[in-house]
């Protein structure tokens, strides 16, 4: 059973950065995954932020986070990242972690779509914080 761990979450001013970690544990050796960054603020719905397919190097960025957010994995620790830059009030949500299991067209698509409703495994989150 796969398990994500997010930490790196706090409040920070605008305009500054802040990387998240995400720790995993129990992949399986015959599935492929997707690995994504998620966001949920109180009273919204929960939105994509990026996503890679663990192992390769191709990334997917939901609309207008690219640029500002830059999604990274160090497959040997099992890691991944989300480094956040250029950090305004509108970005404090609770962050997640989460991956999509299964065979090559299933990852993908889940990568490519950031759909919340392909991930299966879910980090507790950890919550930014950006005052106005």
């Known amino acids: 059973q796969l398990q994500l761990m997010e930490s790196g979450g706090g409040s920070v001013q605008a305009g500054g950065s802040l990387k998240l970690s995400c720790r995993a544990s129990g992949y399986s050796s015959s599935k492929y995954y997707c690995l994504g960054w998620f966001r949920q603020s109180p009273g919204k719905e929960r939105e994509g932020l990026a996503t890679?397919?663990?192992?390769?190097?191709?990334?997917f960025y939901g609309n207008s986070f690219e640029g500002r957010f830059t999604i990274s994995q160090d497959n040997n620790e099992n890691m991944l990242y989300l480094q956040m830059d250029s950090l305004k009030s509108e970005d404090t949500a609770t962050y997640y972690c989460?991956?999509?299991?299964?065979?090559?067209?299933?990852?993908?698509?889940?990568?490519?779509?950031?759909?919340?409703?392909?991930?299966?495994?879910w980090g507790q989150g950890t919550q930014v914080t950006v005052p106005s």
């Open positions: 989460a991956a999509a299991a299964g065979n090559w067209a299933q990852v993908d698509g889940a990568c490519r779509d950031l759909n919340v409703g392909y991930f299966d495994y």
């Open positions: 890679m397919v663990r192992g390769y190097r191709s990334t």
